[in-house]
Nanobody, 114 residues
Framework: QVQLVESGGGSVQAGGSLRLSCVAS????????MAWYRQAPGEQRELVAG???????NYAGSVQGRFTITKDNAKKTVYLQMNSLKPEDTALYYC????????WGQGTQVTVSS
């Protein structure tokens, strides 16, 4: 089973930026579509941004224009650049296949203060 390890989260003030990384244990990004998801306390997990093998992207309306998903197949890494962060972006962020598979990693916490 492929391992996906997320990193890059942290605590920032509103308006700040973070870049999340998701490293895979082997190169799957040229074969599978991937995405970032997030789950806020008391909320359901939601899709944030997805990227296809052809590097077409899709974003949740709430992050459109602020977040950018990219990938580097050679580095086995998917990134999520998050700009103009808002308190409502506070959540645990995960990467997974798109659509997601049952196994979820530990995620990386993003906390945005006002």
């Amino acid at each position: 089973q492929v391992q996906l390890v997320e990193s890059g989260g942290g605590s920032v003030q509103a308006g700040g930026s973070l870049r999340l990384s998701c490293v895979a244990s082997r190169n799957i990004f040229s074969t599978y579509d991937m995405a970032w998801y997030r789950q806020a306390p008391g909320e359901q997990r939601e899709l944030v941004a997805g990227i296809t093998t052809a590097e077409k992207t899709n974003y949740a309306g709430s992050v459109q224009g602020r977040f950018t998903i990219t990938k580097d197949n050679a580095k086995k890494t998917v990134y999520l650049q998050m700009n103009s962060l808002k308190p409502e972006d506070t959540a645990l962020y995960y990467c997974n296949y798109w659509p997601p598979r049952a196994f979820w990693g530990q995620g990386t916490q993003v906390t945005v203060s006002s």
